[in-house]
């Protein structure tokens, strides 16, 4: 498979994946996913997602009115603002990732070697992180 035709594969599986999700769009499930995850701060989520902080904010502000996601000021520094998932953000959370699974099955059960390459996608996550850091340290 060339490059480019990579490329149009995952941008094609991103829009169907997105799909499966009625409850959020896909950088809402970003979001969500990457607090769940263990990035707590927006200043760590803008870096981790590739997102400038204006778009993580927009993102964060939306969630919180939603109900999803809630900021909590850290005791020792009052300046921190930490951000957990509230317990509806955990299940839609869950069902978005059920259902994104699904569709993903979905895909590999029509595709040739797709169970190879699934996990060469799920690798690709230690080397996006990686970048993220090489982005941050440079």
Do not use: W, Y
């Amino acid at each position: 498979m060339s490059d480019i035709a990579a490329v149009d594969a995952i941008i094609r599986l991103s829009r169907v994946l997105e799909r499966a999700s009625t409850d959020l769009s896909l950088a809402h499930f970003r979001v969500l996913s990457a607090v769940a995850d263990g990035q707590q701060r927006a200043s760590r989520l803008a870096r981790r997602l590739a997102l400038g902080k204006p778009a993580v904010s927009a993102s964060v502000e939306s969630l919180c009115r939603r109900g999803l996601l809630e900021r909590q000021t850290e005791q020792a520094d009052q300046r921190v603002v930490t951000l957990q998932l509230t317990p509806e953000g955990e299940r839609v959370l869950l069902v978005a990732r059920a259902a994104m699974v699904e569709q993903l099955r979905a895909v590999i059960r029509h595709a040739p070697r797709a169970a190879a390459g699934v996990e060469q996608l799920a690798a690709l996550n230690a080397g996006l992180d990686e970048l993220a850091e090489q982005r941050v340290a440079g």
